[in-house]
């Protein structure tokens, strides 16, 4: 008889979830709050187009089984895979100076004193410093331990402020798992070369550029997929009918209590009690914490509002062929502007490009269309011949995590407080940014995790 098991959201990491386990004869439901699955795959929809709601290109595992397992499910004929140089290819906005070869800040644009004084101070770290496994560090301390001071005050104090409206004091370190403050760009291709050989400098500098970045930098890591016809809907559209022919879908279902009954996990779902093998816990964490404990949980800081919008313009634009950047300039609300067309081989718009741009909401900006346009401008990504329309009724609000060191702390007493309650045959599938483990394929190893642990119980 298959064992039963129940996967408690349907987000991406919940529908993949799902599929893997009937793939390894499970008998599997899905339970999902809403009226459908999909969770960040699902669009956003202006009256005529279907976007996504923000820059996501999912990454393969590194675990053998379940990218075999991706590969059977996302079809070379309608997915695209990126490897190696063609990955991962993020520039960044410094001094209002647009750079398409690196995510990282990008030090050259100070004068040679100041890129001078930071040299210094990061070369003469001769000791590995790694907070990543200690979220109690604040970014300040790291940052400063990492670059020195003089790069902590210059820049990234103005990051912590402009992204999460919090001094980089307030901010715990496990931020830079969010936003890439990782490494800076300070030295040429020949002297980051040499550098690199170091290991403990190799940690906190980046090659300079991205497209001629020498192999065995990268050779190591994951290759990401996207679908080839633009947008994260795609996805859903692919995965739904097998969804629906090979998983018991409960939508719409409030789980209001979880217990144990003769080592069965009953989840009580709109009055109706469920008995299962095992479960996996692919929702917030927050909500399954407080359907033990029956306490509602507040976050000491607020989720910041964050405004997408989309516009159209002229193919001949200086995106640099990159997929998005980051901007790390705390005179505009901008935080994030992503080239789909760059990682869509089709797309639906014709003649035209579609940039998307995520912005901190700001009141005193009262024409974002000419607000947005000028921006593009300034930074000499697009001329003035070139068209920049809005995408009509295409503006979308969602919530901006802060990971300030509170709310880190939080997330962490909350997963340490669950693993003590939860039953050995639930399973926790979702976010830890205090464990690190934040993006798809961070999430999908929980999955395989959890899935070696049962098949080490069943036989």
Known sequence: MKKKICICGGG??????????????????????????????????????????????????????????????????????????KKDIA??????????????????????????????????????????????????????KRFGNIAKNLVFKNISKKFWKLSPKKISSAAIKVVH??????????????????????????????????????????????????????????????????????????????????????ICANNKNLKFDYVLWCGPNKELFQLFSKKKINLFHKPIKHLTFYALVDKKINDGGIYWYWDYDINNSVIR???????????????KKII?????????????????????????IIKNNNSFKLIPNSTFSRYFFIPSVENIKLENNIINILKKKIPSNLFLCSAQISNFKFYFDDLIKLVHESYLKIKKNEF
Not at 17 to 39: C, M, P, Q, R, W
Not at 337 to 351: D, E, R, W
């Open 12 to 85: 991406a990491n919940g529908i993949i979830a799902a599929l893997f386990f009937e793939d390894k004869n499970f008998d599997v439901t899905l339970i999902e709050k809403s009226n459908s699955v999909g969770g960040i795959l699902r669009p956003n929809k202006s009256a005529n187009y279907q976007l996504d709601q923000g820059f996501w290109m999912p990454n393969y595992t590194g675990i053998k089984e379940m990218d075999d397992f991706f590969d059977k499910i996302f079809v070379k004929k309608k997915f695209n895979k990126f490897w190696y140089r």
């Open 337 to 351: 502007v992503s080239f789909p067309s760059n990682y869509s081989y089709k797309n639906s718009f014709k003649n």
């Open 91 to 144: 520039g960044s906005i410094i001094n209002k100076k647009f750079d398409p070869n690196s995510s990282f800040p990008n030090f050259k644009t100070y004068s040679k004193k100041i890129q001078k004084s930071i040299s210094k101070q990061i070369l003469k770290n001769k000791i590995k410093i790694d907070y990543s496994n200690n979220f109690k560090v604040n970014l300040d301390a790291y940052l400063n």
């Open 181 to 266: 403050l990782g490494k800076i760009n300070l030295f040429s291709e020949k002297k980051s070369l040499q550098l690199k050989k170091n290991p403990n400098i190799d940690e906190i500098i980046t090659y300079p550029n991205q497209f001629k970045i020498p192999l065995n930098f990268i050779k190591n890591k994951t290759p990401s997929f996207y679908p080839k016809n633009y947008g994260l809907s795609n996805f859903l559209d692919h995965l739904l009918p097998i969804v629906k022919k090979k998983i018991k879908l409960n939508l719409n279902s409030q789980i209001s209590k979880i217990s144990i009954i003769k080592k069965k996990i009953n």
């Open 356 to 380: 998307m741009f995520e912005v901190h909401e700001d009141k005193k900006i009262k024409n974002i269309e000419s607000y947005l346009k000028k921006y593009l401008l300034e930074r000499k």
